[in-house]
């Protein structure tokens, strides 16, 4: 007889309906919301915080540099003729967030190596930098006046490189091409790795409480222990499927509602880091990088990305479930987990290591490739090097090595699943399991 | 074919750790078959494989003449002695789904669910979750759940643990009218009290094998040991006693009686009737009491377990 859907159905539904699942699905996307608002409320408020930066400069060479901006004004002291002590007593007077003394020097040469920040605390990076490349834009710009340019020659002799990458198939790419592979990769590698972890423990849970609760030995004189190790493997995992659903939906419409009622751009959640990338952007030219950015998702191997995916995802997830139903079924509470967890976890973090390291550096290196056909590592692994193109073949034997393996996972885990889910009492060790398998 | 379930030469291998040896049993149709043997001694494992639970390493199992398939497993009801029901479930979803993974349809299922519920008078547990029950009302619906698919064949390993005298007495009439209706039983149990109550058959299991099996009545008249109570009355007991320790085996006895008289256990030999016994003692003394001491279950057990 089969049971399957019967065993399936029964598994979803006393998930979905437990209460605890209830609160995670609804309270999660919240409680993530809520704290990338509040994120982003506080850098704003950082932000949005007038300041004013007092310009000593004794030179007079970078007159007319500074422009005020929406938070910054600068407060140009050289013509008040102060010295530096007098002006750190003004500034501080005034509590300004700072004082940028360019001491007095008679050659342009000198003038980098004689400037001064003066503050109460130590200033931004954000700041600094930005002080930074105006002043030696200036004093570029002057040094080659001196030599006889003229600004215009200078704007002109402005060039911006974008090598344009191409493989000898006639295939275009480029840096950002990269930078976008690696995020969808990543975003891959880094969902199905959640995955596993969340709903590979709620399925060794699952079998534990059967144990428990004794109920397993009423259920296995109904059916097979396989069936029901594979019914509780995909009802969980469709179980996961919806609150990762819900999650995601859920997510995206909260994300919307509170930017439109706080005005806050949740998307510029913006920390020093990316303001100097957003800066350095700039200097390439925005415009071309969100060009740029278009063409190379449009770039992206889309058809095979989607399917590689799904097969590498629904393989890689159940290979370790079915590891995760079989230590369930070994032990008696959960605290003894533990010492079967490692080995599971250890592959997991490994393929994401080499996901992380080895991916970026060079996607189709010797570690690289190994590690995108051993099965433990392979779905992680693979899905983060299928945006860069792998060839099919090299899919299709990796994902037939992992089915093949999930296949041996099944019987192994099933011969586990059939003797310790009837073992009470004592937890076994490595060489008892062993033993099981010859039950 | 009188017999429902034929387990023939069964044996079963843990690693180096041997189960059960060549066990051969046969349940007659329409009885009630006590299974029975000191703790770890192969009972559930043997019970187990009529299950389907465990494969036998050799022997095999007919359950009304056909070797036992997949699709036994509507014929057959087990209660576990590790049992136990989905703690956060609700009893009716509960006991519906246990009845569809036996086979039976959905609506079927809840016919026989609600004939069972009113008979058992636990009708307004239908949305209750188990963990809001006691374990003796847990038990009850297990036991319904067990029984609910009209099973040929019940197992029941230790029915009555975990219920007190009045549902532990309820239950067993429930047994015994669904043996009555034509069920066959397996029961299995250390209370002996209940095998003398209940069992037709028995056999008894230990270290893996079987050392006895047969009708309960043929196994006591083959332990009888010709001994009997005797009460007696007499001015003169010690007299009385030594004339009767001249001509018969006394040992002493240990049963209850009203008044404080002599009182023995005699054991004759086979020559003897027990009307020789009756007459010679009459002439002596007055006889209130007159037994003749059948070997218990109990007894059995004991003895049959210490001489292997």
């Given amino acids: ?439 | 074919m009188n017999n429902l379930l034929v387990a023939d030469s069964v044996s079963k291998n843990f690693g180096n750790f041997k189960a059960l040896n060549e066990v051969s049993i046969a349940v007659p149709k329409g009885s009630i078959f006590g299974l029975l043997g000191p703790n770890g001694a192969g009972k559930t494992t043997l019970i187990r494989i009529i299950n389907q639970i465990t494969m036998p390493d050799s022997g095999t199992v007919n359950l009304d003449g056909q070797i036992l398939k997949p699709e036994h497993v509507k014929d057959i009801g087990y209660l576990p002695e590790e049992r136990g029901l989905y703690k956060s479930m609700k009893v009716g979803e509960q006991a519906l789904y246990l009845a569809q993974l036996k086979g039976m349809s959905k609506s079927e299922a809840k016919k026989r669910l609600k004939y069972w519920f009113d008979k058992l008078e636990i009708g307004d547990w239908w949305n209750k979750k188990i963990q809001e029950l006691s374990k003796g009302q847990a038990q009850k619906i297990q036991f319904v759940v067990t029984v609910l698919h009209r099973p040929k064949l019940l197992i029941f390993d230790e029915p009555f643990s975990g219920f007190d005298p009045i549902n532990a007495n309820l239950i067993k009439d429930e047994i015994l009218q669904l043996r009555d209706e034509g069920a066959t039983v397996i029961f299995s149990t250390h209370r002996m009290e209940s095998v003398e109550e209940l069992c037709d058959h028995i056999a008894l299991i230990h270290k893996s094998n079987k050392i006895l099996d047969g009708k309960l009545n043929d196994i006591k008249r083959q332990y009888k040991t010709n001994t009997f109570e005797v009460g007696l009355q007499s001015n003169n007991s010690d007299m009385v006693v030594n004339q009767i320790k001249e001509r018969f085996k006394v040992l002493p006895a240990t049963f209850r009686n009203l008044n404080d008289d002599i009182k023995l256990n005699v054991k004759i030999d086979e020559n003897t009737s027990s009307n020789d016994l009756l007459t010679f003692l009459a002439s002596k003394a007055e006889v209130h009491h007159f037994v003749e001491v059948i070997p218990t279950a109990n007894d059995i057990f004991i003895q049959t377990v210490k001489n292997n």
């Fill in chain 1, 1 to 439: 007889m089969n049971h399957l859907p019967l065993i399936i159905k029964r598994e979803y539904l006393t998930k979905v309906k437990n209460k605890s699942f209830i609160i995670m699905t609804f309270l999660s996307p919240l409680i993530m919301i809520a704290l990338i608002a509040v994120v982003a409320y506080l850098s704003q408020l950082n932000n949005d915080k007038l300041r004013t930066i007092s310009i000593l400069d004794e030179t007079g060479f970078l007159d007319g540099v500074f422009k005020n901006t929406d938070n910054t004004t600068y407060s140009d002291l050289s013509n008040m003729g102060l010295n530096l002590k007098d002006a750190i007593t003004l500034v501080k007077k005034k509590e300004d967030y700072g004082l940028l003394h360019i001491a007095k020097v008679n050659e342009l040469e000198a003038v980098s190596k004689n400037i001064k920040f003066y503050s109460e605390d130590s200033p931004s990076l954000t700041i600094i930098s930005s002080l930074e490349r105006k002043i030696e834009k200036r004093l570029r710009e002057m040094k080659l006046q001196n030599d006889g340019v003229t600004l215009e020659q200078i704007e002109a002799s402005k060039t911006y490189v974008n090598i344009a990458q191409e493989s000898f198939e006639g295939e275009k790419t480029s840096k950002i091409d990269n930078v976008i592979k690696l995020a969808f990769g990543g975003i891959a590698g880094y969902l199905l790795f959640m995955f596993i972890i969340i709903y590979g423990n709620m399925i060794m849970r699952s079998v534990i409480e059967e144990k428990t609760s004794r109920i397993i030995e009423v259920i296995i004189s109904s059916v097979k222990p396989v069936q029901l190790m594979l019914g509780k493997i995909v009802g969980t995992s469709l179980a996961g499927v919806t609150q990762f659903a819900i999650w995601v939906i859920l997510g995206g419409v909260l994300m919307v509602v509170v930017s439109a009622i706080f005005g806050i751009d949740l998307s510029q959640a913006s920390t020093p880091q990316q303001e100097l990338m957003n800066q350095a952007m700039q200097a390439e030219g925005a415009q071309a990088m969100v060009e740029n950015v278009i063409t190379a998702i449009g770039n992206l191997p889309m058809l095979n990305l989607v399917f590689a995916f799904i097969f590498f995802f629904i393989g890689g997830y159940l290979l370790y479930s079915s590891l995760y139903a079989a230590i369930g079924a070994a032990v008696d509470n959960e605290t003894d987990t533990q010492q079967f967890m490692l080995p599971i976890l250890m592959p997991l973090i490994l393929a994401v290591y080499v996901g992380v390291f080895t991916v970026i550096e060079d996607p189709h290196g010797t570690v690289s490739t190994v590690f995108s056909f051993i099965p433990f590592t392979s779905p992680v692994v693979m899905l983060m090097r299928i945006p860069f193109g792998v060839p099919l073949w090299q899919q299709g034997i990796s994902l037939l090595l992992l089915i093949g393996t999930f296949l041996f996972a099944v019987w192994f885990a099933a011969k586990i699943y059939r003797v310790g889910i009837l073992m009470y009492g004592k937890k076994p060790t490595y060489k008892e399991i062993f033993k099981w398998l010859k039950y």
